[in-house]
């Protein structure tokens, strides 16, 4: 039976248990340390000691002996206590439940397969006293995993967790060696994953290439951050590469920097030079408008060039030609020049405003004939419309370049005939 006084277990009517010393504890599958309160102080670096946790009770090992601090004040309390030193029975159980875990491991991927479930276990682990097991895996999408529980429960009789994790955590499990031979840093001493971006490549004057800047988890590399603050420091009131700098009364362009080297590279069209940081810092200026220049030098040539097969029209006359299919229909080359001249005059005119016309100042004649045509449009109804209609068509048949074809019923060409027999 355990003592309450050790597991840290209150009644809620005494509040939190407050302890006197805390002790680092890292476990098997991690690097990291985690704190758990005691009150004992005889705790030895190496010490395998029994652990309660989130997940349930876990072995776990001593880090340092001088780790252990006596609270004062109102520090921060750790939530979780030390139960016990492990004895031989949590050694045994702790080596069983690494060969359970491996035909767990088994027994789950049949299910998965058996599901077609689109996940990749990574790895499986029981507690300590096999209340429960975990398993790791990694999916590029969520993953409907219900009936994959029901049947993990029904094989393994206990409580199944499921934890999913993305690529870097996935680095840090597997592990490997990276771009400089050495070990990931997250499987060797990592304890915490970085936000990394790519602005950090280019403090430090690197080509994009994410090839070479991605690790193997396939994001950014985490030590990209180590030396960023330096570069930051390094490279700070300096031009951007490939800007215009002005350099002993001529124009450069800075082709290339170099931080470590302590050298800057500038180009023109005739020559290169090679000089410090110091002096690209001090002695250059940025000319922001050379670019700017060019960018308008272009623009204004883009516009002035005539595309190849047409012709710019200025006051010259153009030359009309009638198709085949034209001349077939009756238009020729000097009925086509006549409409297009017809339909430039009429431009200017269309475009000219109407004056506009003083209310005040109306006479009596303009309003007599306003009225009068106002009493014409009542009583003619739709005989205006006829005799607009009309006039339209008079006008296209003295056009010799229209044909007017007309799409009445032999019904109503009766009428009309018997009408003008009338007159």
Known sequence: MIDKSLTGHTDSSSGPRHYEYAVAVRFHNSGRSYTFGTDRDDFKLGDRVVVETSQGMELGICQNASMHTRYLGKTKQPEKPVLRLADEEDMRNFEENIEYAKDALAICEEEVKDLALEMHLLSSEYMLDRSKILFVYQAEHRVDF???????????????ELRQIGERDKAKMVGG??????????AR???????ISINMAKNQLLALNTEKLSGMCGK????????????KELTAGLPKMGAHVEYEGEMYRVTSMNVMTNEA?????????????????????????????????????RQTHVAPGVREMHDQRAAFSASESEKSRGISAESKDTSHQQSASLKPMRNERKPKQNRTGTSSENRNSSARNSNNRRSAGNGGNNRRRETRRASDASNPNVTVR?????????????????K
């Not at 060696?177 to 997250?186: P, R």
């Not at 950014?220 to 570069?231: I, P, Q, R, S």
């Not at 019923?409 to 009766?414: G, H, I, L, R």
């Open 265 to 301: 590279r500038l180009e023109n069209s005739e020559r290169y030079q090679v000089i410090t940081i110091d002096e690209l810092r001090e002695k250059t200026i940025v000319r922001k408008g050379i670019a700017i220049a060019r960018k308008a030098a272009g623009r204004a040539q």
């Open 177 to 186: 060696i990276g771009l400089c031979g050495m070990e990931c840093c997250c």
């Open 220 to 231: 950014l590399m985490c030590c990209l951050k180590y030396e960023d603050a330096n570069y």
């Open 146 to 160: 219900r009936e994959l529980l029901k049947r993990l429960g029904a094989r393994l009789h206990c409580r199944i």
């Open 189 to 195: 001493f990592k304890t915490k994953t970085d936000v």
């Open 406 to 422: 007309s799409f009445k019923s032999s019904k109503t060409k009766a009428g009309e005939a018997a009408k003008e027999a009338k």
